[in-house]
């Protein structure tokens, strides 16, 4: 932020940043708005673990709901754009009230627009995805579709795949509703905030794409059987996706290109540890 403010005068140039919701005390938020930040990204993450990055301490559940919806309505007080950022799929969520909860925080919080990631693990990006990989429990899904959005690589543990779906597809329809975009509208401050908002939410495929991989997994098993771990062949549903993606290139992809080995990280510590 010293950097910012030694670059440029106030309101010269214009930012948004992504930052941990715990970062975001009332004195930061005045500073952010005084040197032109239009819009935060913080992360929440999970109602029920990973507490440091939103501030909450020990609080769970409910309590965790109320208080981090009167931070992002703290936010919003100087900040018009904020997206809140929640992970789907952690090994502390089960049954159907962290998705509920998340509901009973876009009621408290009505300007704010919700991104929904599907748990990855990716690589070495952290400790406990060897946990994860010696469990047997990453899938060798292509990179192309590890954005969060198209593919989960980890089976759930709490879950049934179809089960995690129905609540995944559930919680996406309600945040992208027409009660939801209204709610935001009414909720948001300045015109650049309510467009961003709705064109978001009224040109996003989430739910339909979503609702396609739910059909797959009752109606092709071969689908089921990759996202199960039962086998590492790609189904025909993801390669193409991927070869339309590719395009003309796709004909220059070498044997077994588009695959990797969802191992290498617990292998390459195992050969080091020899």
Request: hydrophobic share 40%; net charge positive.
């Amino acid at each position: 932020m010293a950097a910012i403010e030694r670059a440029a005068r106030p309101g010269q140039i214009r930012f948004v940043a992504e930052s941990s919701l715990s970062l975001l005390s009332e004195p930061h938020l005045e500073r952010l708005r005084r040197n032109g930040f239009d819009g935060l990204l913080p992360g929440i993450e999970s109602w029920y673990d990973l507490g440091n990055k939103s501030k909450t301490g020990r609080n769970q559940g409910l309590d965790k709901v109320r208080q981090v919806a009167e931070h992002i309505n703290l936010v919003l007080r100087y900040v018009p754009y904020v997206q809140a950022n929640l992970v789907l799929g952690l090994d502390s969520d089960e049954g159907p009230e962290p998705f509920e909860l998340t509901r009973r925080f876009l009621d408290l919080a009505p300007g704010v627009y919700p991104a929904f990631s599907l748990l990855t693990a990716y690589g070495q990006a952290a400790p406990i995805n060897l946990e994860l990989q010696r469990a047997g429990r990453v899938l060798p899904f292509p990179f192309r579709f590890l954005d969060n959005l198209h593919a989960m690589n980890v089976r759930p543990k709490n879950y049934t795949w179809p089960d995690f779906y129905d609540h995944v597809v559930a919680v996406n329809r309600d945040a992208l509703s027409g009660r939801r975009i209204r709610a935001r509208f009414l909720a948001n401050r300045g015109i650049g905030a309510r467009f961003i908002n709705a064109v978001r939410a009224g040109t996003s495929n989430r739910v339909v794409y979503q609702s396609k991989v739910r059909s797959l997994l009752d109606s092709d098993s071969t689908v089921r059987g990759f996202f199960e771990g039962d086998s590492r062949v790609l189904p025909a549903f993801y390669k193409r996706r991927l070869q339309k993606s590719m395009g003309p290139l796709w004909d220059s992809l070498p044997a077994g290109a588009i695959m990797h080995d969802e191992h290498a990280y617990l292998k390459s510590s195992l050969t080091k540890a020899a």
